[in-house]
């Protein structure tokens, strides 16, 4: 079974800038968690969509966003891209019911994200 | 979720056994205690859970006190490329995907 896939692997982008992040999880997940980690702050919790719905969120600004397709596949944005934003992106897939069950989350290879 | 405490670092010898504790007092009945190791500049890897038996899969075996509040991951035999930073994390296997990694244990295993 393949395992979860992200792209791009890398991106410069500048100041100002809005950037797309995608996310294929491992068939027959249905939930995709998105993580930033950074040297400072670690790996922190983004979002997680369940059936094309956020079912929780982090404590990130309005500037990231994402979104999940009928397919599980999912996108982040970020919008306004700062220096800070510089990171490695994460996106990470399980196995989950709608009563909120939760099995082992599988990561993928990370975007990096560099800001300048 | 609990917190844990886990030693900075760590080495160990190619081909021994790496023996990684973590510590958990405040894990509640519930919860469950998974490890993950990240490679360098790669996303962390799943490596084993459990909730109070002791498991073992292919890559590793865990071994969780009766009391639950400490483990230890035990990688067999350490090759080089087992030189990682290894993380555990209890949850609840329920509700909150938010994984709350620690700083983790990096272990480097010398030839």
């Known amino acids: 079974k393949a395992g979860v896939t992200q792209t791009p692997r890398y991106l410069i982008k500048t100041r100002g800038q809005q950037v797309t992040l995608s996310c294929s999880p491992i068939s027959g997940h249905r939930s995709v968690s998105w993580y930033q980690q950074t040297p400072g702050q670690g790996l922190q919790f983004l979002f997680e969509?369940?059936?094309?719905?956020?079912?929780n969120k982090g404590n990130f600004p309005g500037r990231f966003s994402g979104r999940q397709f009928s397919n599980s596949r999912s996108e982040m944005n970020v919008s306004t891209l700062e220096l800070g934003d510089s990171a490695l992106y994460l996106c990470?897939?399980?196995?989950?019911?709608?009563?909120?069950?939760?099995?082992?989350?599988?990561f993928g290879p990370g975007t990096r994200l560099l800001v300048l | 979720d609990a917190k844990t405490t886990q030693p900075t670092s760590m080495d160990c010898a190619e081909g021994r056994a790496a023996n990684l504790p973590c510590n958990h007092s405040?894990?509640?009945?519930?919860?469950?205690v998974y490890w993950y190791r990240q490679i360098h500049s790669q996303g962390p890897q799943y490596i084993i859970h459990g909730l109070k038996n002791n498991e073992t899969n292919e890559m590793a075996s865990l071994i969780i006190t009766e009391d639950r509040k400490s483990s230890t991951l035990i990688l067999p035999h350490a090759t080089l490329r087992d030189t990682a930073v290894y993380y555990c994390i209890v949850r609840l296997p329920y509700n909150n995907n938010d994984m709350r990694f620690g700083a983790g244990t990096r272990l480097t295993v010398k030839p």
């Open positions: 405040t894990i509640s009945g519930n919860e469950y």
């Open positions: 990470a897939s399980s196995f989950s019911l709608l009563s909120g069950l939760q099995e082992t989350q599988y």
């Open positions: 969509y369940f059936s094309e719905t956020q079912r």
